[in-house]
């Protein structure tokens, strides 16, 4: 069974830093493409990161281009989002999420996290 | 950036009624050489994750039930629930991947029942 557990989500200052984490089982994590998703309060679905499944190419939304850096380590099955100068609008549920396996390559996701929450408030 | 729009907004259908959700992308999400339209259609429960109900605009998702079932080509995209159940309560997102990296999601369609 695939599973997709995100952690580190916490109330962090503006201009603050985060790291999350997503431990991936029940699937060959090397194999695939990797994203995260996030979700304000009451708002829809913005993507924010994916990374290659080898880790060598990593593409971000124009909102958190230069602030964030996402990176996976396949020894451990964990994807990561390093998050830097948080801001308020930043405030949002993250979920990571696996690229279906299709071909040709398609960026839509079959297996989502539960998500967790990063608030950006002071 | 691909925009995504959906409509409508809020849509209440009576059980066993059909719901039709409509989702149009600034610019064409066809591949030509692939012969594919680069859409998915996503199903998000309150307090859950979203789900993955379509991909290549019609293709359903394993697992997914027939009554839902995705339509159109270029840049006009249609999801319908045919005979809606009460376990269909939700939002609805449809989500382009032609601009890969780039991916993004219409604004979302609010499914209650009458």
């Known amino acids: 069974e695939v599973q997709l557990l995100e952690s580190g989500g916490d109330l962090v200052q503006p201009g603050g830093s985060l790291r999350l984490s997503c431990a991936a089982s029940?699937?060959?994590?090397?194999?695939?493409?990797m994203s995260w998703v996030r979700q304000a309060p009451g708002k829809g679905l913005e993507w924010v990161s994916t990374?290659?499944?080898?880790?060598?190419?990593?593409y971000y939304a124009d909102s958190v281009k230069g602030r964030f850096t996402v990176s996976r380590d396949n020894s451990k099955n964990t994807l990561y989002l390093q998050m830097n100068s948080l801001r308020a609008e930043d405030t949002a549920v993250y979920y990571c999420?696996?690229?279906?396996?299709?071909?040709?390559?398609?960026?839509?996701?079959?297996?989502w996290g539960q998500g967790t929450l990063v608030t950006v408030s002071s | 950036d691909i925009v995504m729009t959906q409509s409508p907004d809020f849509l209440a259908v009576s059980l066993g009624e059909r719901a039709t959700i409509n989702c149009k992308s600034s610019?064409?999400?066809?591949?030509?050489?692939?012969?594919?339209?680069?859409l998915a259609w996503y199903q998000q429960k309150s307090g859950q994750p979203p789900k993955l109900l379509i991909f290549?605009?019609?293709i359903r998702e394993s697992g997914v039930p027939d009554r839902f079932s995705g339509s159109g080509s270029g840049t006009d995209f249609t999801l319908t629930i045919d005979s809606l159940q009460a376990e269909d309560v939700a939002v609805y997102y449809c989500?382009?991947?032609?601009?890969?990296?780039?991916?993004?999601f219409g604004g979302g369609t609010k499914v209650e029942i009458k």
């Open positions: 999420a696996k690229s279906l396996a299709c071909r040709p390559s398609c960026h839509s996701f079959d297996y």
């Open positions: 029940g699937f060959t994590f090397t194999t695939y493409d």
């Open positions: 990374i290659s499944a080898g880790g060598s190419n990593t």
């Open positions: 610019q064409s999400v066809f591949y030509s050489s692939h012969n594919k339209n680069y």
């Open positions: 290549w605009a019609s």
């Open positions: 989500q382009q991947y032609y601009s890969t990296p780039a991916l993004t």
